[in-house]
């Protein structure tokens, strides 16, 4: 692993669990999920991720993207959706108590011709051990920032 | 296959194949290349890549993202990089004569806080049975729009 990354080793691996959205445009859903990081040998972690409808089985959203590090307390991240979204976050990275906690926010939230609206977007991500929990915010289709998904994943693989 | 991708279909597959590039401001290199492009049954595909220096055989470039149509001659492209790059593209989709041709321009480049200046790029790539050829063009660090990438690619599996 490349040394500039090092610090969010912690990360690597493949993780399921489970997950829930909500949103006041829609009905509250439930999802089984994926999420892989991996590396190279260069500076930066490929990110996947793809869920599934916790009740038909069918999927449900996918994403990929990829996070680099600024310094050891800094992080860039962008990210691609297949809804026609692409997301460029920075924030901050903390590795107190052993606990990694990666807070990102959108510097900006690009959308294609016939994507919904997507104004802001803010991704928390903690790993502790073996299990990785993240909470994503959004501002979006007119609605303030609120919180749309949780999901609590255990590695799979490392 | 969604019936909305249907005529996408022809790219679906993983292929592996050799490309060159080309920039005024970096050395000219050759690398070896795998571009997957798959369904989950849903009106998009998702899009990998992944080069190798064709000479040292390490990592050299990565993307992710997710190809929309819009109707059956336009289509939508989103892509995330490692490098901190995203695009949004959106163009052409014709199908005339067997050939699948796309021919993509970025509408934004968005970049992170430490990563180079790209300001446009144009993808242009076509299928024609198991062979796919594809051009980037790419405006970038203050040179304009001109020829970067370019590579000959073979469908190794469906």
Redesign the interface.
């Known amino acids: 692993m490349h040394e500039q990354i090092s610090h969010l080793g912690s990360l690597v691996g493949t993780w399921r669990g489970r997950g829930n959205g909500i949103y006041p445009t829609i009905p509250s859903f439930a999802y089984l999920e994926e999420v892989t990081f991996g590396h190279?040998?260069?500076p930066?972690l490929?990110y996947?991720q793809k869920t599934r409808d916790a009740e038909t089985d069918?999927?449900l959203h996918?994403e990929?993207?990829?996070l680099?590090p600024?310094g050891v307390d800094r992080a860039?991240f962008?990210?691609?959706?297949?809804s026609?979204?692409?997301?460029?976050l920075?924030g901050s990275v903390s590795t107190a108590d052993g606990l990694l906690t990666l807070q990102l926010t959108t510097?900006?939230v690009?959308?294609?011709?016939?994507?919904k609206e997507v104004t802001a977007v803010r991704r928390t991500l903690t790993v502790n051990g073996d299990e990785m929990a993240y909470q994503v915010d959004m501002a979006a289709v007119g609605q303030p920032m609120q919180r749309h998904l949780e999901a609590t994943l255990l590695r799979v693989k490392t």
Do not use: C
């Open positions: 190279v040998g260069k930066f490929a996947t069918l999927p996918a990929a993207g990829y680099r600024d860039e962008v990210v691609a959706q297949p026609g979204i692409v997301e460029v920075h510097s900006s690009t959308v294609t011709n016939t994507a």
